[in-house]
């Protein structure tokens, strides 16, 4: 059975505004869209906050035994400086200035976010697509909404109508804005632009002599609008209604409004049925942003190498410190927090590494079955973190006072206990216990205790020989198997 009958997830669902019990579209499946980098630049520590949220619930719903295709997508073209189709594409701009290839931009810091997620122990999305890959099915994309009487050409362009949409739908469902209150806080249209309102956006632009990143359509040589790509590349993948489809905060208006217009526009569907917004980081008190200056990347705050934190930290702390605060709450990034995260998870890492010389006993003064369910509890309760790392602290407090003789254990209840705690901080909570001298010593602690577990279930389905084969196989290799009453260790010669 799998665990997904067990234990139930609730969402806060942004479109409803209320936590709703999870119930997957297609029973065991989950399909979840996050809006992936526009890789333009390097990757911030923002964005990793974001997409790390997003890495854990991926994690936890593959824990509980749903197939989830996991698409992230990667924005290679089409994103404006401004959100309101004025400005330059980020990319070809950045291009300009180096004076190479737009493409060689995409692929430098794609690299780049690859890097940085492998640093911080991401799994890989299921599919990462890219927009530019995707200019064909924009283009039916925007033929449709066209002919569903949604869309106009001008000059080459083509705008969503957000007014015509609006008088049968509700432009501002997911955000609660009214475009009464849009229109009347936006400045009216300066004449230079092709738009019959200012709220319309782009579908298609028209792309200047100079724009190096075009594509011939119907309507001109240009490039896609950028909401329309995310519409584009999740229809695709997971189909015109899907599960879940997440994002930064900042992304709900308009880029997520605008998705939802679109959909229902082509499809006559609203495309997600839960809608997930992680909340922001800042920076010593104030929002990290790199035009301010208040701004630190990935590689400087692990090496130290800055002038806004007292030392380097290593990724494993910083994504424990990220992992403290719900995902829904703002999150500041602080030395002071720092430093505590990084206490913190030394702790845990302490207590964990003493499981395996526990004594047992007949009894236990913990009841670990309950407190597997709490942090199941904690996790259900829309992903609650913070929570479950409180109850993760509470074991190992259990640990240490079993290792002074201050608290008793049943073997049956340590085994539980162990997978447990691993489960919950290594497998969902994507965390790794690292080594810290960097000799590569824990690494192989951690390989060779996974031999040793997989001898001692060889042994309890009494495969003699497989459980032997290990022992030996490691003699060769220099690793000896000792085993006594209280487990087994090993020494290398
Ligand atoms: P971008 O590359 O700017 O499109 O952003 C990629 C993702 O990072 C989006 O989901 C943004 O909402 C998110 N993001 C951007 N800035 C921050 C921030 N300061 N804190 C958390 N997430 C952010
Ligand atoms: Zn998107």
């Known amino acids: 059975m799998p665990l997904y009958d067990s234990q139930h997830i609730k969402i806060y669902n942004t479109l409803s505004g209320e936590k709703e019990l999870f119930t997957p579209i297609?029973?065991?499946?989950?399909?979840?869209?996050?809006?992936?980098?526009t890789v333009y630049s390097n990757v911030h520590l923002g964005n990793v906050r974001t997409?790390?949220?997003?890495?854990?619930?991926?994690?936890?719903?593959?824990?509980?035994?749903?197939?989830?295709?996991?698409?992230?997508?990667?924005?290679?073209?089409?994103?404006?400086?401004?959100?309101?189709?004025?400005?330059?594409?980020k990319i070809t701009k950045k291009a300009r200035l180096e004076a190479i290839e737009p493409m060689e931009i995409v692929q430098r810091y794609t690299v780049d976010f690859h890097n940085v997620l492998n640093t911080f122990n991401f799994l890989p999305p299921s599919i990462e697509p890219?927009?530019?890959?995707?200019?064909?099915?924009?283009?039916?994309?925007?033929?449709?909404?066209?002919?569903?009487?949604?869309?106009?050409?001008?000059?080459?362009?083509?705008y969503f109508d957000v007014h015509k949409y609006n008088e049968s739908n509700e432009y501002g469902i997911l955000s609660k804005r009214k475009l009464e209150d849009l229109i009347h806080n936006t400045r009216t249209?300066?004449?230079?632009?092709?738009?019959?309102?200012?709220?319309?956006?782009?579908?298609w632009k028209k792309a200047e002599p100079s724009h190096i990143m075009r594509w011939p359509s119907p309507w001109s040589d240009g490039f896609p609008g950028w909401h329309l790509e995310c519409t584009a590349m999740s229809t695709k993948y997971l189909g015109e209604y899907f599960d879940?489809?997440?994002?930064?905060?900042?992304?709900?208006?308009?880029?997520?409004?605008?998705?939802?217009?679109?959909?229902?526009?082509?499809?006559?569907?609203?495309?997600?049925?839960?809608?997930?917004?992680?909340?922001?980081?800042?920076?010593?008190?104030?929002?990290?942003?790199?035009?301010?200056?208040?701004?630190?990347?990935?590689?400087?705050?692990?090496?130290?190498?800055?002038d806004k934190m007292s030392q380097g930290y290593n990724p494993m702390v910083v994504r424990f410190f990220m992992m403290q605060a719900s995902y829904k709450s703002v999150l500041d990034l602080t030395d002071a927090g720092l430093k505590a995260a990084d206490k913190g998870f030394n702790r845990l890492m302490e207590a964990i590494k003493l499981i395996d010389n526990l004594k047992t006993s007949d009894s236990s003064s913990f009841d670990v079955p309950s407190w597997k369910q709490k942090c199941y509890d904690a996790m259900n309760d829309d992903f609650n973190t913070p929570i479950l790392i409180a109850h993760l602290f509470d074991a190992a407090k259990y640990i240490n006072q079993i290792k002074d003789g201050s608290a008793t254990v049943t073997a049956e209840d340590l085994e539980l206990l162990k997978a447990s705690i691993n489960t919950f901080t290594f497998d969902i909570l994507g965390l790794t216990n690292v080594s810290k001298d960097n000799t590569g010593t824990d690494k192989l602690t951690g390989a060779v205790e996974i031999l040793i577990n997989l001898r001692k279930e060889a042994r309890i389905n009494k495969d003699f020989?497989?459980?032997?084969?290990?022992?030996?196989?490691?003699?060769?290799?220099?690793?000896?198997?000792?085993?006594?009453?209280?487990?087994?260790?090993?020494?290398?010669?």
């Open 26 to 37: 297609t029973p065991g499946h989950v399909g979840m869209y996050v809006c992936g980098p």
């Open 465 to 493: 020989a497989l459980s032997d084969k290990i022992r030996d196989e490691l003699a060769e290799a220099g690793i000896q198997l000792n085993d006594s009453r209280d487990g087994t260790t090993f020494t290398t010669n």
């Open 51 to 89: 997409f790390m949220s997003f890495d854990m619930i991926f994690r936890y719903f593959k824990h509980l035994g749903y197939k989830v295709r996991y698409v992230r997508n990667i924005t290679d073209a089409g994103h404006l400086e401004n959100d309101d189709d004025v400005g330059e594409d």
């Open 244 to 306: 879940i489809h997440g994002g930064g905060m900042d992304l709900k208006f308009p880029h997520h409004e605008c998705e939802i217009a679109q959909n229902k526009a082509a499809k006559g569907k609203n495309p997600v049925k839960y809608w997930m917004h992680a909340n922001m980081l800042e920076l010593n008190g104030a929002r990290m942003s790199k035009s301010t200056g208040n701004y630190i990347n990935p590689a400087e705050l692990l090496s130290g190498d800055n």
């Open 189 to 203: 249209l300066d004449g230079q632009s092709d738009k019959k309102n200012p709220q319309d956006f782009a579908l």
């Open 130 to 158: 890219t927009a530019t890959g995707h200019i064909i099915e924009q283009i039916e994309l925007i033929e449709t909404i066209i002919d569903n009487g949604f869309a106009y050409v001008v000059n080459g362009s083509v």
